[in-house]
C-alpha cells in the first residue's frame, strides 16, 4: 500500500501563492506518475497536473496553466505543486494522486491513479 499525505493548504488572498507538497511512504517513488487533482463543493472532481516517473514531463489544465508549476524529486518522495497568482476559483480540497502502473505518458483521467491522499484545504479569498 502507498499511503500518500499531502500538506501546504491553507487560506490566502487573491493574487498570492501557496504550495503544496505531498509526500509517498512506500514503494518504489521514482517509478510513479503523480497527479493532482481538486474538487470544489458541488463540483466534480477535476486534473489540476501531472508529472509523468520517466522523463518528469508535465502536463496542466487550461485553468491553471501559466500559474502552477509541478515537480518533484525523488530522493524525498515528493512532488510539490507551486500555485502562483492565485484565484477565488482555485479555492478547493486539492488531492494527490499515484499511478503505480508504469504506464507512460500523460495522466489526467481520474480512474488512471489507483492511491490517493486525503487532500488539503486551498481557500483563496476575493
Known amino acids: 500500500q502507498v499511503q500518500l499525505v499531502e500538506s501546504g493548504g491553507g487560506l490566502v488572498q487573491a493574487g498570492g501563492s501557496l504550495r503544496l507538497s505531498c509526500t509517498a511512504s512506500?514503494?518504489?517513488?521514482?517509478?510513479?506518475?503523480m497527479g493532482w487533482f481538486r474538487q470544489a463543493p458541488g463540483k466534480e472532481r477535476e486534473f489540476v497536473a501531472t508529472?509523468?516517473?520517466?522523463?518528469?514531463?508535465?502536463n496542466y489544465a487550461d485553468s491553471v496553466k501559466g500559474r502552477f508549476t509541478l515537480s518533484r524529486d525523488n530522493t524525498k518522495n515528493t512532488v510539490y505543486l507551486q500555485m502562483n497568482s492565485l484565484k477565488p476559483d482555485d479555492t478547493a480540497v486539492y488531492y494527490c494522486?499515484?499511478?503505480?502502473?508504469?504506464?507512460?505518458?500523460?495522466?489526467?483521467?481520474?480512474?488512471?491513479?489507483?492511491?490517493w491522499g486525503q487532500g488539503t484545504q486551498v481557500t483563496v479569498s476575493s
Open positions: 508529472i509523468t516517473w520517466h522523463n518528469r514531463a508535465t
Open positions: 512506500r514503494g518504489t517513488f521514482s517509478t510513479y506518475t
Open positions: 494522486a499515484a499511478s503505480t502502473s508504469g504506464r507512460m505518458g500523460i495522466l489526467t483521467q481520474i480512474n488512471q491513479y489507483d492511491y
